[in-house]
């Protein structure tokens, strides 16, 4: 089974409309990032999480909210989704140590 | 704002030849430096990392740091097919406490040929 799950892997939905992305690892790290990725362009933070109670905004939080409901989980929500938010979503963990990231399959959502 | 820089490519190389990517980046607290692959659709994958200047090799990969100029590459001996992808560099700066992010550049699209 796949260290780090996403769910779910492939989303349509229109203008407007509130969804989760959720994240699960069973690595036993402590850390848990998300990432959108657009065309050509690199990976771009948008939350992290050391752990349950520490939730930190990355360099693209807006439009975007989490929630961290175990070690184990990390949830994105857009609110009010809009068509620049399609993009395709990673969720990554860490151990913290030497900071080495491992990635989840993503998420490609598509906002009409 | 801490960059991190690589060439787009694509950088188109026959099979067996020696494939080298390079990355710069701006931050000169930077501590240690991360090469991912990236499939076309597919997520990020860690090849190596490297915290001190010189050379550090894994089976047909070498990554090379030179913190003086602030560029870190990866060489591919014996290039595949296989190893067309993005690569990605990533830059940590574990200074101050301020270790839980990395920057990526944009990724060098690699394209080996039969």
């Known amino acids: 089974d796949a260290d780090v799950t996403q769910t779910p892997r492939n989303r349509i939905t229109k203008t407007g409309k509130r969804i989760m992305l959720e994240c699960s690892q069973t690595?036993?790290?402590?850390?848990m990032y998300w990432y959108r990725q657009d065309p050509g362009l690199g990976l771009q933070l948008i939350y992290y999480?050391?752990?349950?109670?520490?939730?930190n905004k990355g360099e693209i939080s807006d439009g975007y909210s989490v929630s961290r409901q175990a070690q184990a989980k990390f949830s994105l929500s857009l609110e009010s989704a809009i068509p620049n938010q399609t993009a395709l979503y990673f969720c990554a963990t860490s151990d913290g140590g030497v900071e080495t990231q491992y990635f989840g399959p993503g998420t490609r959502l598509l906002v009409l | 704002q801490k960059e991190v820089e690589q060439n787009s490519g694509p950088l188109s190389v026959p099979e067996g030849a020696i494939a080298s990517l390079n990355c710069t980046y701006s931050?000169?607290?930077?501590?240690?430096f991360f090469w991912y692959r990236q499939y076309s659709g597919k997520s990020p994958e860690l090849i190596m990392f490297i915290y001190s200047n010189g050379d550090k090799e894994d089976g047909r990969f070498t990554a090379q740091l030179n913190k003086a100029s602030q560029y870190v590459s990866l060489l591919i001996r014996d290039s595949q097919p296989s190893d067309s992808a993005t690569y990605l560099c990533?830059?940590?700066?574990?200074?101050?406490?301020?270790?839980?992010?990395?920057?990526f550049g944009k990724g060098t699209l690699l394209t080996v040929n039969p």
């Open positions: 990533a830059v940590n700066q574990d200074s101050g406490g301020s270790n839980y992010k990395l920057t």
């Open positions: 931050d000169r607290g930077s501590q240690s």
């Open positions: 690595k036993g790290h402590d850390r």
């Open positions: 999480s050391f752990d349950v109670k520490d939730i």
